[in-house]
């Protein structure tokens, strides 16, 4: 079987040539429940276990792991009242003795500046002024409702070693494209308006489309059959006749 050319197959082989080139060990997108959370712990400890990294490298990997999946888990956004979070991300990549760890889920927009505000006080830190900070948090301030008052980021900064990469670009927005021109709609729209990208932008999105669908192997594998009883709808008219 050819993974590159069968259909059913050729986005599982993208899939995992994109693993083995940006090293990735894991990665898990979806509902962070209390299960989920311990499954993967359990996996990503057993990653570690059989890594080439030091024994102290992978004992703060895995602190740093569970601060994130936990962090994760108290912070996610729940939209309707009983239900779960499905947008949270996950990432494991390792190279070379070293690991990446990276986690994402969606913020209300208006927690946006305090987020950024916190993380950037926590990179602004050296080793000294870091392990100052994380006393006097311990001695002075009481846990929220959701866990700490930022103890998870400022452990994660302190046993990494490291800044926090992060980025906070929301580009959350509704589109809509008229398949059929119509005089009395705009032919693209989008919802807020405020969005950060004007209509311009999609003005070649039909085109694009139109080039995309021409090596969409999926379609046109299911196309084939159709227009091969359109090729043949003729001749068998004519022996009719």
Do not use: W
């Amino acid at each position: 079987m050819n993974l590159t050319s069968d259909t059913g197959y050729s986005l599982i082989y993208s899939l995992f040539r994109d693993m083995i080139k940006y090293k990735i060990n894991y990665g898990y997108q979806g509902n962070f429940t209390q299960a989920v959370s311990d499954a993967l712990i359990a996996f990503a400890q057993s990653i570690f276990s059989v890594s080439g990294a030091s024994m102290k490298t992978r004992r703060r990997a895995f602190y740093i792991l569970v601060e994130c999946i936990q962090n994760i888990t108290r912070h996610q956004e729940i939209p309707d009242e009983g239900a779960s979070g499905e947008d949270g991300i996950f990432l494991i990549q390792s190279a070379a003795g070293m690991y990446n760890i990276s986690q994402g889920n969606i913020i209300l927009d208006e927690q946006k500046a305090a987020l950024a505000e916190k993380l950037d006080m926590v990179n602004g830190f050296d080793k000294e002024e870091l392990n100052q900070y994380y006393k006097t948090i311990l001695r002075g301030t009481s846990l929220s409702e959701k866990g700490g008052a930022g103890l998870g980021l400022i452990e994660i900064a302190r046993k990494s070693g490291n800044k926090i990469d992060y980025k906070l670009n929301p580009k959350i927005f509704f589109l809509g494209v008229l398949v059929d021109d119509r005089k009395d709609r705009h032919p693209i729209c989008l919802e807020p308006e405020d969005c950060g990208y004007n209509v311009e932008n999609f003005n070649d999105l039909k085109s694009l489309a139109s080039e995309l669908e021409k090596v969409d192997e999926e379609k046109q594998a299911k196309d084939q059959p159709l227009k091969e009883a359109a090729e043949k709808q003729p001749t068998e008219e004519k022996q009719e006749t």
